[in-house]
Structures are given as C-alpha cells and as structure tokens.
C-alpha cells in the first residue's frame, strides 16, 4: 500500500484527553479516530490489525472445534424476557423501539439469541456437544467508558457458547478453550495470566478470566510466580469489606441460580445470631467504610438489599468495629489492598464457601456483604482465609504477588442457567428430555488490541508483535525528490510484494525526519531506507523493536527481511 492513497492521519501533539498510553498512541498513530464519547472510527491500519487479531482467533477457534456464525446485533426484547435479564441487565443493554413499538437490545451478549437458534433445531444428544463462535461488534451503556478501546460503548467481541449433554462434555470443551486462549494471547505477545474469576457456587474452576498485566487495568489480581494460582482478588469470595461493580454482580446475575435460604439458615450456617446478621450490610465510600443497619426481619438477596439503600439508616464505621457488630474477629473483615479496599480471597482448595456479592446503588456506593441467597459450604469463619501481598500460596508454593489486569477473555461454565429458563433441551439416551448443558467464552478483540500497545511501546511510538502487525515492512526513501532513490523504491516496492511481504510504501513529498518518525510511531516491525547508496543498490534496514539496523544488499533484502 502506497501511503499517499491510505489514510494515516498522525499527530505530533499528544491528544489532551487521552489519558494512557494505548489510547494516546492509537490517536496519534492515525489508527483511530473518536466519534463519540466509547465509539471509534477504525481507520485503515487499525482495521489491518483487528484483522490479523481475528484471524490467531478463527484458527484457534476452528482448531478447538468450534464453528464459525453470525447472529443478528438487533434482539427482540422477548427473547430477554424470556431469560429475565431484560429486568436484571440494566442500563448498560442499549434499549430501543421499532416503528410498531416493539422493543429491542442492541446486543451486549448473545446467550439468549444462541439459545433460542439452537433449542429451535438441535433435539437430540447425537447432535452435541456443539460449539458456535461469532466475531461481533457488541454494544453496552457503559457508565465510564474510557481509555479509548479498553473501555467502548461499541466494541468488537468474539463470543462463543458451547451446548452438552453431561458435564464431562462441557469440561472438555471448556479445557480445550482454555488452551485456544492461552494460544490466542500468547500469539498476540501478551503478558497473560488466567485468573480464577469467581469462586462461589458453581465451584472454584468454573470461570477464568485472561488477564494481562498492566498498571492501567481495572481489574486487580493476585497471583503466584511459581506456581499456576491466579485469581481476580474483586470476584472472590467476601464476607465484608470489598467494593463490587455494577459489572461484577451482573456477572454473578449471570453465572448463579440463586437459591433462596432464610435467614435462620444462614444465620446457624454462619454461626452467628440472626440479628447480627440482619446488621450485617456493608457499604464502602471512598475510604471509609459504612455499616448500614438494615432493620426488620427479611429475606436478603441482592435485589432487596438494594431496596433498602434508602430506607436504612447509615453509620460510619471502623473494620474493626464492623467486625464488632458482626461478631467476627478484626481479621474477617480483611486486610486493606493497594485501592484501600479490604480484600479477602478464597483459594482453589476453599471453592464453593459462602459467596460475595456486590454493586453499587444509584448514587454509586459500593456494597458487599454476606450472600444470603445462594447455596453456601462453609462450616464456620475460621475456614476462610484471607491473602495479602506477601503470603504463602494457597497451593503451598511461591508468594503471592498483586498486580492490575486487563481482562481481555473471559470464559465461563453456565450449566443450565439459560437453557432452563428457555427451555433448550434434547432428549437423551433413553427419550428422556434434559435441559442442555452450557458454556460461554468471550474476547474482546478491539480491547486486546489496545492491550497489545499498552504493553508493546516506546517513547517514540508503537512497536508492534509481527504477528498482529499492520504490514510487515515499511518501505522509505530518504529524499523523494531524488530520481534514482524514487526508482530504487518504486523497484524494490513491487519486488517484495510480489515476494509475499505486506509493505507500507511512504511514497509522500515529505521531509526524511517526518517520514522517519511517523513510520517509529506507526511502529512496524522493520523500516527500509533507500538512502545515499541507492546507486550502489545498497538499503538500510532497522529493527524497530531493537532500533538496531544494517545495510544490505538489494539482492539480499527479501532473505534479510524475513
Ligand atoms: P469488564 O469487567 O471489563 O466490564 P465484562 O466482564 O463486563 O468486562 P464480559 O461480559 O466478560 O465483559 O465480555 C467478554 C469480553 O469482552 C471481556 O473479557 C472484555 O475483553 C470484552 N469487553 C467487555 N466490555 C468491554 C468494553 N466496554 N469495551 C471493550 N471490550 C469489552
Ligand atoms: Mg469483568
Ligand atoms: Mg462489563
Ligand atoms: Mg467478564
């Protein structure tokens, strides 16, 4: 590609609203441009990009054996009624009307649209497992998008759902998966971990998130450097202290059935008195802690909890004398992390314990505190423990290390979640009807691209992996103007094309330090010069990841290149 007929739109300034360092380079790079406040215009190398991510994630998909579909973005609202998350997924599911008033999603997410397709023609247990996967751009309210494509509005996702009639076949595909991601994020040159994303009632190894490592995630992780334990420190399970999002109790919306206890039950369960309990809400706003005394007698699930914001009467209070109204030693209510929030962590060997649960109400506090609503294992406090930075491993090796995280995959066991409420079933072996079996898998391929610049620049611009690269090489002539160096590279410009080689040819009247520090920002993985010595058929080639170069012959160019 020519550049004088691409549109690569640089900038010298960085852009005053950009605050990281992705979304500053993807300005000034001239890969993307913002409409609107989460909403962006992919320009050519961008969309070159995306391309590339897509296909590491066609071929691993494909190889894990999942097939390839494309769903409709516009849902109808029945569909959401039917799973109940058209009144539980709130104000982040972009809702609208058509013109005879009907009502419909832009889709955030597609479990209910895959379940329908699939209940409506798969009946029988020889036709599963089978696992479908699309490549989608998804759309979600979100309260504070930002950091340019970290956090869209509109964003491009692959998602995957995988349909089984036992348990055992859903393992299988969802270990498969597992390895598809590492594939994918390890091809992409990402500094990953897979963390133990919630480890509450569906057991601790029934949904992982892929982390990569990076001071402006939003997420924070602990994990050990010797030994395979990671886990997203906000999703474990909690007794008091650690602020949720809204996201996160969706998330639990999403991943639980909840089973109703009373408040006798958990009471005894926890062992502690049922008007302990009833007290036991917790709020925390900036760093203090608040103590909400919910009074009266009631079953408590998030939902009511939230019911009661404005109703309770609010106190400040201490951990400790948070732990004081609980009954619970100081310790239970956790040590305090980097962001001031009390963290408590449950490892793998402690999965299935008694589950946190956590959001925010309308004027944006954050709440935890004791599900009461799910089915909970726990014996007594003292089976849980807590893991600060510094302790031993939960598997009895390494330390544990905190670090923030980029969630770019999240993959997920649902079991029945969605196939019971819509009725998706198949009939098994002996003609007996079953509800299917279900798992879904998501990545967010426009976010994994900032992740990629996040992690992969320098001071002078992006340094991209060749793999995900926008061309392979970027093809320049020092001085425009002179007629043998525009020979030479008009030459060498169809030569290793022709060759195989994507090249980005900087054919524009510009001055060499324009064309030098544009192609360092656009960072592609070699630079081509045909300088001085074009007479001579000798060129400069640079490694911008190294910034070392060589000269070399024009003959020797393509085997150098590669
Ligand atoms: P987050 O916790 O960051 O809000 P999520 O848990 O809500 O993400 P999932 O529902 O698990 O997201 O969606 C699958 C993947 O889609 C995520 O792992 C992430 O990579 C990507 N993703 C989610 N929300 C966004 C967004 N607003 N912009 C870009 N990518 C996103
Ligand atoms: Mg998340
Ligand atoms: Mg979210
Ligand atoms: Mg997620």
Same mark, same amino acid.
Request: hydrophobic content about 40%.
């Given at each position: 590609?020519?550049?004088?007929?691409?549109?690569?739109?640089?900038?010298?300034?960085?852009?005053?609203?950009?605050?990281?360092?992705?979304?500053?380079?993807?300005?000034?790079?001239?890969?993307? !441009?913002?409409?609107?406040?989460?909403?962006?215009?992919?320009?050519?190398?961008?969309?070159?990009?995306?391309?590339?991510?897509?296909?590491?994630?066609?071929? $691993?998909?494909?190889?894990?054996?999942?097939?390839?579909?494309?769903?409709?973005?516009?849902?109808?609202?029945?569909?959401?009624?039917?799973?109940?998350?058209?009144?539980? #997924?709130?104000?982040?599911?972009?809702?609208?009307?058509?013109?005879?008033?009907?009502?419909?999603?832009?889709?955030?997410?597609?479990?209910?649209?895959?379940?329908?397709?699939?209940?409506?023609?798969?009946?029988?247990?020889?036709?599963?497992?089978?696992?479908?996967?699309?490549?989608?751009?998804?759309?979600?309210?979100?309260?504070?998008?930002?950091?340019? =494509?970290?956090?869209?509005?509109?964003?491009?996702?692959?998602?995957?759902?995988?349909?089984?009639?036992?348990?055992?076949?859903?393992?299988?595909?969802?270990?498969?998966?597992?390895?598809? #991601?590492?594939?994918?994020?390890?091809?992409?040159?990402?500094?990953?971990?897979?963390?133990?994303?919630?480890?509450?009632?569906?057991?601790?190894?029934?949904?992982?998130?892929?982390?990569?490592?990076?001071?402006?995630?939003?997420?924070?992780?602990? *994990?050990?450097?010797?030994?395979?334990?990671?886990?997203?420190?906000?999703?474990?399970?909690?007794?008091?202290?650690?602020?949720?999002?809204?996201?996160?109790?969706?998330?639990?919306?999403?991943?639980?059935?909840?089973?109703?206890?009373?408040?006798? $039950?958990?009471?005894?369960?926890?062992?502690?008195?049922?008007?302990?309990?009833?007290?036991?809400?917790?709020?925390?706003?900036?760093?203090?802690?608040?103590?909400?005394?919910?009074?009266?007698?009631?079953?408590?699930?998030?939902?009511?909890?939230?019911?009661?914001?404005?109703?309770?009467?609010?106190?400040?209070?201490?951990?400790?004398?948070?732990?004081?109204?609980?009954? &619970?030693?100081?310790?239970?209510?956790?040590?305090?992390?980097?962001?001031?929030?009390?963290?408590?962590?449950?490892?793998?060997?402690?999965?299935?314990?008694?589950?946190?649960?956590?959001?925010?109400?309308? $004027?944006?506090?954050? *709440?935890?505190?004791?599900?009461?609503?799910?089915?909970?294992?726990?014996?007594?406090?003292?089976?849980?423990?807590?893991?600060?930075?510094?302790?031993?491993?939960?598997?009895?090796?390494?330390?544990?290390?905190?670090?923030?995280?980029?969630?770019?995959?999240?993959?997920?066991?649902?079991?029945?979640?969605?196939?019971?409420?819509?009725?998706?079933?198949?009939?098994?072996?002996?003609?007996?009807?079953?509800?299917?079996?279900?798992?879904?898998?998501?990545?967010?391929?426009?976010?994994?691209?900032?992740?990629?610049?996040?992690?992969?620049?320098?001071?002078?611009?992006?340094?991209?992996?060749?793999?995900?690269?926008?061309?392979?090489?970027?093809?320049?002539?020092?001085?425009?103007?002179?007629?043998?160096?525009?020979?030479?590279?008009?030459?060498?410009?169809?030569? =290793?094309?022709?060759?195989?080689?994507?090249?980005? *040819?900087?054919?524009?009247?510009?001055?060499?330090? &324009?064309?030098?520090?544009?192609?360092?920002?656009?960072? =592609?993985?070699?630079?081509?010069?045909?300088?001085?010595?074009?007479?001579?058929?000798?060129?400069?080639?640079?490694? !911008?990841?190294?910034?070392?170069?060589?000269?070399?012959?024009?003959?020797?160019?393509? =085997?150098?290149?590669?």
């Amino acid at each position: 590609m020519k550049q004088s007929m691409t549109f690569i739109p640089t900038l010298r300034e960085v852009p005053a609203d950009a605050e990281i360092k992705s979304h500053q380079l993807l300005l000034r790079a001239g890969f993307m !441009r913002q409409n609107a406040s989460g909403l962006y215009s992919y320009l050519p190398l961008a969309q070159r990009v995306l391309s590339n991510i897509q296909q590491i994630v066609r071929e $691993e998909m494909d190889n894990a054996g999942a097939a390839e579909l494309l769903m409709p973005a516009l849902q109808q609202s029945e569909l959401w009624e039917e799973s109940g998350r058209w009144y539980t #997924y709130g104000p982040e599911l972009m809702r609208m009307r058509d013109r005879h008033e009907r009502q419909f999603a832009l889709g955030a997410t597609h479990e209910e649209v895959i379940t329908s397709l699939v209940r409506d023609e798969v009946k029988s247990y020889k036709r599963l497992p089978l696992t479908l996967y699309q490549i989608q751009t998804k759309f979600r309210d979100e309260k504070r998008p930002r950091f340019g =494509l970290l956090r869209g509005r509109e964003f491009i996702m692959k998602d995957a759902y995988s349909f089984h009639s036992s348990s055992e076949s859903l393992d299988e595909i969802y270990d498969g998966l597992f390895k598809a #991601y590492s594939n994918i994020f390890t091809r992409c040159q990402l500094n990953f971990r897979a963390v133990i994303a919630d480890s509450g009632a569906m057991g601790g190894k029934d949904t992982h998130e892929f982390m990569v490592l990076s001071e402006v995630g939003e997420d924070t992780i602990a *994990y050990s450097d010797s030994s395979a334990f990671a886990a997203n420190v906000e999703m474990a399970p909690v007794i008091a202290g650690s602020p949720g999002t809204d996201e996160q109790s969706e998330e639990l919306e999403r991943v639980h059935t909840p089973q109703q206890k009373t408040i006798e $039950e958990v009471a005894e369960f926890l062992k502690v008195t049922k008007e302990k309990l009833i007290k036991s809400v917790l709020f925390k706003a900036d760093d203090k802690f608040i103590l909400v005394l919910v009074r009266g007698d009631h079953e408590v699930n998030d939902i009511k909890l939230k019911n009661h914001y404005n109703a309770s009467a609010v106190e400040i209070a201490s951990p400790e004398e948070t732990a004081k109204v609980l009954g &619970v030693p100081t310790g239970y209510i956790g040590p305090v992390n980097m962001k001031g929030e009390a963290v408590i962590l449950a490892d793998q060997a402690l999965k299935g314990l008694v589950n946190g649960i956590c959001g925010a109400n309308e $004027e944006g506090y954050h *709440y935890t505190g004791v599900d009461l609503s799910r089915d909970a294992k726990i014996d007594s406090f003292s089976d849980l423990r807590f893991i600060q930075e510094g302790d031993a491993s939960p598997d009895g090796e390494g330390v544990i290390k905190f670090a923030k995280g980029i969630e770019v995959g999240h993959i997920f066991k649902l079991g029945t979640r969605y196939s019971e409420a819509m009725n998706a079933s198949y009939l098994d072996e002996n003609g007996r009807s079953q509800p299917m079996i279900m798992g879904c898998y998501g990545i967010g391929v426009s976010r994994t691209l900032a992740a990629i610049v996040e992690e992969h620049h320098d001071d002078k611009g992006i340094v991209w992996p060749a793999e995900v690269a926008p061309y392979d090489l970027h093809l320049l002539s020092a001085n425009a103007k002179n007629a043998e160096q525009a020979e030479l590279s008009e030459k060498l410009y169809k030569e =290793l094309r022709s060759k195989g080689f994507d090249v980005l *040819y900087d054919d524009r009247q510009e001055r060499a330090g &324009v064309k030098f520090a544009d192609s360092d920002l656009i960072g =592609l993985p070699l630079r081509i010069t045909v300088g001085k010595r074009a007479g001579e058929g000798i060129v400069e080639i640079k490694v !911008r990841r190294t910034g070392e170069s060589f000269e070399c012959s024009v003959e020797e160019l393509p =085997l150098k290149a590669a």
